[in-house]
């Protein structure tokens, strides 16, 4: 702060302190430490209930997809190892989390989160489908045609009423979803749903994702 903002007393800043938002003032800087006076808290809005299964692939796109997610407001994002994960990656995926977190963190605070993303340790698909029975849980596959993302979110949303259920979405990796995996979905009754007719990169399909839920809830 000192260096790059040539922060002074006096100068006003939100800061992030203890898990919440607050509108701060510099009351003094001394031998490299800023010191700051807290005026009010900032309203931060919460999380929106939505977890993210986000296949491991590529990892500075994945970071990039969580840094994204992160802004839009999700909740939680569970790496999850596909069939057509690159294996190497899928060994590697335990020892990024840490990374990971440390990318949602910075994130949540340049979002001004009162709450940090949460990054569950990684999971094989075959538990992961597995989690989470009662939620609304679709899976996001550019085979469907007929189901949108959109609809399939508006009807849970009615049907639920007031109540705002937890919403869990899938994203396949590069290669997508192998027709076992397909089925694993299917018989742990996760819907199908579609972004569109075109094919969408994984990250931009998991932030398209959060931006038509977000848009729903908000
Ligand atoms: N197998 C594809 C690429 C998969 S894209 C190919 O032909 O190259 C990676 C992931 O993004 C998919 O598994 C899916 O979860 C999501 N995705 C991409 N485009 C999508 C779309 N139009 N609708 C729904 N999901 C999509």
Not at 52 to 74: C, H, N, P, Q
Not at 131 to 154: D, M, N, W
């Amino acid at each position: 702060m000192i260096r790059v903002l040539r922060a002074q007393a006096g100068m006003e800043f939100d800061i992030v302190a203890g898990g919440h938002v607050w509108h701060a003032v510099i009351a003094g800087i001394a031998d490299g430490t800023v010191r700051f006076n807290l005026i009010a808290e900032v309203e931060a809005d919460p999380a929106l209930p939505v977890t993210l299964l986000l296949s491991v692939y590529k990892f500075d796109r994945m970071e990039w997809a969580i840094e994204k997610a992160t802004e839009l407001g999700a909740e939680c994002i569970v790496p999850v190892i596909a069939r057509r994960s690159e294996k190497h990656l899928a060994q590697a995926a335990a020892g990024r989390v840490e990374r990971w977190r440390r990318v949602a963190l910075e994130a949540s605070k340049q979002a001004r989160r009162s709450d940090v993303l949460r990054i569950e340790d990684p999971l094989v698909l075959k538990v992961a489908v597995k989690e989470a029975e009662q939620a609304v849980r679709l899976v996001l596959a550019e085979q469907e045609r007929s189901t949108t993302l959109h609809h399939a979110l508006s009807e849970a949303l009615d049907a639920a009423g007031d109540e705002v259920p937890a919403i869990w979405m899938a994203v396949g990796p590069e290669g997508g979803w192998t027709a076992e995996e397909e089925a694993m979905f299917d018989a742990e009754s996760w819907k199908p749903v579609s972004l569109g007719p075109r094919i969408l990169r994984a990250e931009t399909a998991a932030i398209t994702a959060m931006a038509v839920a977000a848009a729903l809830l908000e």
